[in-house]
């Protein structure tokens, strides 16, 4: 489940989806396994959701992840990570323990989004107000970190392949 806040909000929902534009900027990818039930436009060519378990299910191809942020967002962090071709989605939150275990000393690369997101809700409708906090895309292997440094978004690329 695709989500970018913790608990309920005025609109009486956790999941959020991607704004379709990063995705298109990306390029294609194989799997989503953290999808909505409900979306309106597709992610990947295959799709896993909360009823699937995304974590549960073996992974293949290019992956994009968008994942259910909180407490549980370190075990899709790490699943991208040992996958290695993926891509993921996430607050910017850097100095988490989570951000130094799985994206500073795994990652191949990151892009700090300029300004803060605006997300959809599960209708298809963009949000009103942005999100919480800055996101961040991290890139899992050095194709995904390729397409990251070419992709167009406006914000601010760093190649950790560089620092190792």
Known sequence: ???????????????????????EAL???????????????????????????????????????????????????????????SMTLIFARTETRMFFDQVWDKASAILFLKGRLKFYNTEGIQAKASAGAPSVLIAYGDNNAEILKDCNLEGKFIDLRLMR
């Not at 489940?1 to 995705?23: A, C, Q």
């Open 1 to 23: 489940m695709n989500t970018s806040f913790e608990g309920k909000t005025e609109t009486g929902t956790d999941v959020w989806l991607t704004p379709p534009y990063i995705i």
């Open 27 to 85: 390029g294609e990818f194989d799997l989503d396994p953290s999808s909505p039930i409900h979306r309106h436009w597709n992610t990947a060519k295959k799709h896993y959701t909360i009823i699937d378990d995304g974590l549960k299910q073996e992974w293949s191809g290019r992956v994009w992840c968008n994942p259910p942020y909180g407490r549980e967002c370190v075990k899709w962090l790490k699943k991208c990570a040992e996958h290695g071709n």
